[in-house]
Nanobody, 122 residues
Framework: QVQLVESGGGLVQAGGSLRLSCAVS????????MGWYRQAPGKQRELVAS???????KYGDSVKGRFTISRDNAKKTVSLQMNSLKPEDTFAYYC????????????????WGQGTLVTVSS
């Protein structure tokens, strides 16, 4: 079974840094894109950052210049380095992946991690 396994997160003081990591577990043919979203209770998930197969990145306006997304295709992982954290960055963070599985009939699947909590204290 293909799934995303997250690590990282926790409690940090404002101005500090954290690193989130996410690995694809299971057999896949290709990673199309991976990224991170965050969500507050009762609100919609919002894009934090994403990175395509070709390495193109996209960031949410509120994190530009502070967060950096990177991926290791060989290890099937994506990481999010979060610097200069603010209390308003306190959310549950979810890893997202679009992957191709199966042979000979290939299928595009959208995966979500279980979520990891980031709390930034003032």
């Amino acid at each position: 079974q293909v799934q995303l396994v997250e690590s990282g997160g926790g409690l940090v003081q404002a101005g500090g840094s954290l690193r989130l990591s996410c690995a694809v577990s299971g057999s896949i043919n290709e990673i199309v894109s991976m990224g991170w979203y965050r969500q507050a209770p009762g609100k919609q998930r919002e894009l934090v950052a994403s990175i395509s197969n070709g390495g193109s990145t996209k960031y949410g306006d509120s994190v530009k210049g502070r967060f950096t997304i990177s991926r290791d295709n060989a290890k099937k992982t994506v990481s999010l380095q979060m610097n200069s954290l603010k209390p308003e960055d306190t959310f549950a963070y979810y890893c997202h992946g679009a992957v191709v599985v199966g042979a000979p009939n290939m299928d595009l699947r959208e995966l979500w991690g279980q979520g990891t909590l980031v709390t930034v204290s003032s």
